[in-house]
């Protein structure tokens, strides 16, 4: 072959490429496109044909073919062919650009497939430097060859302004360190005191003598820990009662990123008024996982069984349960007060991985008395959209104690019906949406309902070693050695679980007392002194037995004519 015809050969292979590129380049877009119209990013869809000059009318994705399925079989290879499977997203922490005092984006973990630098400065939204876009004339070689060294450069010179930025950032640190801002005072107290299990407390970590003040404040932030212990698990990072919180160390935590759930735009066909209750019903929904784990309960075997076998085995295992097997649509969770019904619901939305709607009676009838009616579709409407979903409805006696009855209001009527038919629906239809409805009074429920709550299930009050195992969780570390969690389990028969966590917070709320009182008396507080938090004696937890009763012995014949009469046995 000739030097020409090479050439000539070697142009026409780079066009054809720029072509195919070009062609990419736009097919994306169009993928892009139908992914947001099919789920609904209207404003997003609009913005980008007016961008991009494209748009579904004109052209749009060939069959078989979306985004979705693109994504998933590049996973598929890459897992072929490197034995794992790709990690498509990388988390992005927001900080405070050094300097500019704007928001960036900076990464903090590495995707397995991809680089590990920090992306350029201006963040993923930034139009990549050389993509050219798809409106214009297509880029030439040359053209694109200076695209990719300009691209290069700018890389180059963001990685110089991330690297600029974090010394910054260092500095801003180091200062931080030295003077802390006053509501940063609080955690650096906290930093100290929330070793407070029996902890000593000392100098604040700023190096400086910490006042009388701040020994208590810190004191109580300890306290505050210890009282979210309400729950079990309240010690276990993460756990419930901080879960998802700003600066929790979920947020830490580079899989619980991906464990958020991104929730879709709400439903086209939910306009005006009903779009705004959407949009109320949408905040309340958990994005994070509830997180409370099976673990986290302390006995109540029966009720975990029954709720797994009912709620959470349908929907891992969708297949299995069909025709006669449909799953129970509804179920109910009875029980006294305080025994665990919410940590139940919670449970089954961690461990499933539904969307969580919780929905207290209470805010139905005092927020929305008079669109309770709508509120109630809207919100079915949105399970449905987002399904699965464990819609959990608790206090269900205040919504649907028996209709009819003298003085019931007509709007009140109407929800409740609204809510039968909805769950009407559910049971016809085949979404994965389950109503978990929770009661301390199962008798005064509505004859009606309870045939929609085909499941009842009675959460007992907690026996003996369930009991002492959350003793022992909420007093972990606390205790002198001579005081007996069997002796605590033994003397709290009846108790509730909400009673028994309040026997344990009456008990560590002693030695606090303690040294409260020699606080106020000693007078200024010495530096160098140690002051010490002490354990909770055997004589302390006496007293907070003496003084706590068991709050929900009552009715307890009641339950038990309930659960032979209505109750699921086995
Ligand atoms: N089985 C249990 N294991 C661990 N903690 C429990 C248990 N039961 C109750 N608790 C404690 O009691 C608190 C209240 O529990 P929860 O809200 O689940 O009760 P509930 O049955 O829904 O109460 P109510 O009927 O009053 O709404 C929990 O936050 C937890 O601290």
């Not at 139940?344 to 209470?362: D, Q």
Request: charged letters at 25%; aromatic letters at 4%.
């Amino acid at each position: 072959m000739s030097e020409l015809a090479a050439l000539k050969a070697l142009s026409k292979a780079k066009e054809s490429e720029e072509k195919r590129l070009q062609e990419r380049r736009r097919n994306v877009l169009v993928l892009i496109l139908r992914h947001l119209a099919d789920h609904g990013y209207t404003d997003t869809y609009e913005k980008l044909c007016s961008e991009s000059n494209l748009n579904l009318q004109k052209v749009d994705v060939a069959d078989n073919i979306d985004l979705l399925r693109v994504l998933q079989e590049f996973e598929d290879s890459y897992e072929l062919k490197f034995g794992k499977r790709p990690k498509v997203v990388r988390r992005l922490v927001e900080e405070v650009a050094a300097g500019g005092g704007g928001v960036r984006p900076r990464a903090v973990s590495a995707t397995a497939g991809g680089s590990t630098g920090s992306p350029p400065a201006g963040g993923p939204l930034q139009r990549p430097i050389g993509s050219g876009g798809f409106e214009g004339p297509p880029v030439s070689g040359a053209l694109a060859a200076r695209q990719r060294r300009e691209a290069g450069a700018a890389l180059t010179a963001a990685a110089e302004v991330t690297r600029k930025g974090e010394l910054l950032d260092r500095r801003q640190q180091a200062l931080n360190s030295v003077k802390p801002p006053p509501e940063v005072g609080m955690q650096r107290i906290a930093g100290v005191a929330v070793d407070g299990r029996g902890a000593v407390l000392g100098a604040g970590a700023g190096g400086g003598a910490m006042s009388r003040e701040e020994v208590a404040a810190a004191q109580l932030q300890g306290l505050h820990v210890a009282g979210q212990a309400a729950h079990l698990s309240a010690s276990r990072p993460g756990g419930p009662g901080g879960a998802g919180g700003p600066g929790s160390d979920s947020d830490n935590d580079p899989d619980s990123f991906f464990e958020r759930r991104v929730l879709k735009p709400l439903p086209p066909q939910l306009q005006g008024e009903l779009r705004d209750l959407g949009n109320a019903i949408t905040r309340d929904i958990f994005t994070d996982s509830p997180n409370v784990r099976w673990d986290d309960i302390a006995g109540l075997d029966q009720a975990k069984r029954l709720i797994k076998e009912a709620v959470v085995m349908p929907i891992k295992y969708p297949q299995l349960f069909t025709g006669l097997l449909a799953p129970w649509k509804g179920v109910l969770l009875y029980g006294p007060p305080g025994t665990g019904k919410t940590l139940l619901a919670k449970a089954v939305a961690t461990e499933c991985r539904t969307t969580f709607f919780n929905i207290s009676a209470s805010s139905i009838i005092s927020k929305w008395r008079g669109d309770s009616e709508k509120l109630v579709r809207v919100l079915f409407e949105l399970a449905r959209y987002h399904a699965p979903s464990t819609v959990f409805l608790d206090e269900i006696d205040a919504l649907m104690a028996a209709r009819g009855g003298e003085g019931e209001h007509e709007a009140s009527r109407r929800m409740k019906t609204e809510l039968l038919i909805q769950m009407d629906g559910l049971a016809r239809g085949n979404e994965l949406v389950f109503v978990l409805a929770a009661t301390n009074l199962p008798w005064e429920l509505d004859m009606a309902l309870m045939r929609r709550l085909e499941k009842r299930i009675l959460v007992p009050l907690p026996n003996t070693p369930a009991r002492r195992a959350m003793f022992a969780t909420l007093l972990a570390g606390r205790c002198a050695v001579d005081v007996s969690m069997d002796m605590m389990a033994d003397r709290t028969e009846g108790y509730s679980g909400s009673d028994v966590a309040v026997v344990a917070k009456e008990a560590a709320m002693r030695p606090l007392r303690r040294l409260m009182s020699r606080l106020e008396l000693d007078g200024p507080v010495d530096p160098s002194q140690k002051v010490e938090l002490g354990p909770i004696t055997v004589d302390d937890a006496r007293a907070a037995l003496e003084v706590t009763k068991p709050s929900a012995r009552l009715h307890e014949e009641k339950y038990r004519k309930f659960n032979d009469e209505y109750g699921q046995l086995a």
